[in-house]
Each structure stands twice: as structure tokens, then as C-alpha cells.
């Protein structure tokens, strides 16, 4: 069988294609540098971290945007008559009056792993664009359009535009093709697919929250009409009916579903194997309960589908509800290689598993400069939109260990490093080593900010010796804390137990859609270039727990 989520934490948004016998699957990356990073398997059960499809970090400007904008929902697909992979995205820059600006952009590559092509832009219509490489040559870019007007259903409709390769640009202006199949509103992620002489839409309905499903639709023309499977929804954490269309807001939480493994079960992509079974990816979540706070964001699972006599695609077990076990698929298993849980940075190149908020991570973090280090030259505060140093790795369950080495020697007040658990740059919990003017020696403290309020916690500061510390960070469900120590054995508290379920969607008023970030940081407010030195990174994390054990 084949447990859900498939890839824990931050994973929003899936897209599947294969190409052969290998399956790749992208998500989502908002804020973080790399951008887009790229899945694969030969099982659909064993996942490696491949690749990164956006790694520039100039020509991709994500600097000054605030969380949870940045890139959304890719569209990857395999384009067979051409040998060629592309991806489409978009850049959100602004949600501001519910606006929406978003920039869509189109790159391809002969090998997943890049070089990807200069990026197309498309339009700015809308969010989610994807892309339809039908069978007569044409293509076709659809797309949530964005309603901005008074008296108008919200947040708007699916639009369709032929796409020309040759001028690079859309033809014309984005068509109307489709409301939904069901009446709970909120639609988004399209995906357009062929079969059998039959156009299918794919969204996601309910908006990415508690009433969040996978529907369907067909169509013999690709410009419609298009008609609702009768079954809809076909995926989702909710199977019963709801009229939501009046209300816009994503999260409604009055639908979280006490029987459901896996919440907000919707934003799905399929892919069909070569032996005849088909498998549809989606994004999910599993809050804290009764908080219904979902800390490591939403996740990536998978469901078995099969087509039925007449054509449409259902749940292989004939229901809607996501499952969190799955029948595996008739391939022969694969095992890949996973993140490692210790990092002694010996490697010449920074592991391809670390993340940066708004610029990539070799722009402050040097692997090279002191072999069997990193190193990170301080930037700007935490809580900067722009240049910051913070070099962090995907919080993948709620129970866990994360401890460090670190050598960093401040020599004044605006000098700081240490240990991070970050959700964004309003809502964090840093241990950090600093130098106290107060006790007029390097120091160890604990600051929060919490929705954008700062605590400094002077009450936790510790004068220390200007010596190596082992940093530690401790999570245990709920509850977050930290230690230290001069020799790894012998540990002291530092600071108060900290509420885990905060780091959330549900909680945290300055973002969304993301994740839960924990990792090394260093800052210099005052020249950008001091900067400190860690041995290791270690991230012991026990996913056998469940969320709220």
C-alpha cells in the first residue's frame, strides 16, 4: 500500500506527467528559492527530489513580495510529439482589494532536469494556467480567470485561449468555457486532457480549504459546452453537497470533516500508466484538531482512479473520499534515495533540499569557503521582504529533533545567528547567539514574532563563552522548545514552550498557503558580510506519529 501524504509538508498544488517509465511531479513554491521543485518516481510510491525548475533568481524577481505570494500551482507536462517538457507558472504579485495580479509565464526543456528556455509570457488573467497539447498539433492555455467586478460570481471562471508556438503568445483574448460542476464555488486549477475523442476540464471547487475538491468535466469540443460528471465531486475530503458559490473566502473551516483522514483533499492532476491503471495526485492537509491549524501546510497525496464503461474518472473504489492507504500500482517497486537526516556539509555543493526565502540560498551560504562548513554571511532581519539569510529545509512532521554547530563569534549588537522555526517573515521563533551589551559578552537569547508582534524574551538571555554551541530545537506535537549545550552531551532549556499549531495557514494573518520552515540563520544589520560557520545540520523527524498523538 502506499501511504498518504506521499510528500509531507510544505507540497501544495501537484501536477504529474510521465514520460516513459518515469513519473515527475511538481509543486508549488510561493516565496522560496529554488522554485518548482521536481519529483520522480518509477512507483508512484517511492519519491526522489530531483531537480528545480526556477534557479534564477534574477530573472525570476521575488524580492519585496509579501508571504504566500510568488510562484503558484506549475503546470508540468510531457509533450511526446515534440520530446519536450514544459512548465507553466505563475508569479503572484500582489492579492491587494482581491485583485489578484499575477503574471503567467510558459518554459520548456529536452531534459527535465533544464536547460529551460527563456520563460513566454502569456497573460495576466488569472492563476493556476495551464496547458493542452491536443492531438492535431494545436495547443491551448486555460485558466482561472479573475473576476474584479461588482455583481459578478467570485473569484471568477475557467477561460480558454489557443496558444501559438510560433508567435509565442496567446491568440486573442481568454474565452469562457466553464463554472464548475458543482455549486460550491471557489474554482481553480484547471488542467485540460484528451481521451477517447473527449475534451476533459479538471478543477479543483470549494476553494484550497475545507471544502476543497477534484471535479470534472467533458466536452467532444474543446471550446465547450462542457457537462459536470454526475458524480462530482470526484476527489475530496467532503462528499456531501454544499451551495457555496455566494461566499469566496478559501478556508471554510464549518466543513472540516471529523471522519475524513486527510483534509482539503483537491487541486488534482492524473496521469495514466502505461498498463491501464491511472493515479491522480492532489494536495491535502491534516490539521491539529480542534485547533484546525495545519502547520506543515498542505501536502502532496495520491489516489488509485480508474475510467468507467461510459468515461468518466472515479475513485478506484468507487467513493469520493481520499484515502490516506492506497493500492500501490502494478510496477515494479523502486526504491530512491531520500533527504539525508544528517548533513555535515563535506559535499562540494549545498544540498538541493534547502530553501531560501525570496532569493536562492548560494547567494549567502557557502559550502566551499571552509570545507565541511557552511557558512552564512548575515543579511537583513528576519523579517525583511527582500535579502535575508535563512537557510532552511521543509518541516516534514510535528515530532522531531533538529540540532546544529555552530561557531560564531558577534561583535556587536546588530550581529546575530542561530537556530529557526519559520512560517514567514511576520510569524517565526529564533534561538540566536548575539552580543549582549547589557552583559557586554556573547550571548544566547530566544525572540518570537508572532503576527508581526515582537517578543525579545530578554528574560531567556544566557551570557556564553565564545566557543562552539550545539544548538537544538525540540518538537513534540503541539509544543516546540530549545536547548543548548558546549559539548552535545549535556543540554540546558532555554526559553518557554512555544505553541506548535500557531505556525499555521489558519493562524498566521500575514500569509497562507505555504508551510513550515525550520533551519540555520544568520543576520548583520549593519554591513550584511559578518558571518557564521555551522558543523552540521541534523533533522531527526518521527513521521510514524500521527498529527495530533
Known sequence: MIQNPILPGFHPDPCICRKGEDFFLAVSTFEWFPGIPMYHSRDLKNWELYTHVLTDDQLVDLRKLPSAKGI?????????????FYVI???????????????????TARDIRGPWSEPVYLHSSGFDASILHDDDGKKYIVSLEWETREGYEKPGFISLAEYDPEAKEIVGYPKKIWCGGTDRGCIEAPHLTKRDGFYYIMCAEGGTGYNHCVTMGRSKDVWGPYTGDPKNPIVTSVPKNSYERHDYD??????FNPDAPLQKCGHGSYVDLPNGETYLVHLCARPFVPELRCTLGRETAIQKMQWTEDGWLRMADGGCLAREQVPEPDLPECSMPGIPDFDDFDEPELGNWYYAPRNMPETFADVKVRPGYVRLRGQESRTSLNRVSILARKL???????????EFTPEIYQHSAGLILYYDNMNYVNLRKYYSETLKSPALSVTQLENGVKREMVDTRVAVEDRP????????????????????EEYREIGPVFDMTKYSDEYCKFGEFT????????????????CADFDFFEYLSDTGKGINE
Open 72 to 84: 503558484w500551482a506549475p503546470c508540468l507536462t510531457y509533450c511526446e510529439e515534440e520530446d519536450l
Open 89 to 107: 507558472y505563475g508569479v503572484m504579485n500582489s492579492m491587494n482589494a482581491r485583485y489578484f495580479d499575477v503574471d503567467n509565464f510558459l518554459i
Open 250 to 255: 478559501h478556508l471554510k473551516p464549518k466543513y
Open 469 to 488: 554551541v550545539y544548538l537544538r530545537l525540540m518538537m513534540e506535537g503541539r509544543k516546540l522548545w530549545f536547548l543548548w549545550s558546549y559539548d552535545n
Open 396 to 406: 516534514t512532521g510535528v515530532y522531531g529533533r533538529v540540532t546544529t554547530k555552530m
Open 515 to 530: 508551510g513550515t520552515m525550520v533551519g540555520l540563520t544568520c543576520a548583520d544589520h549593519m554591513k550584511h558580510r559578518h
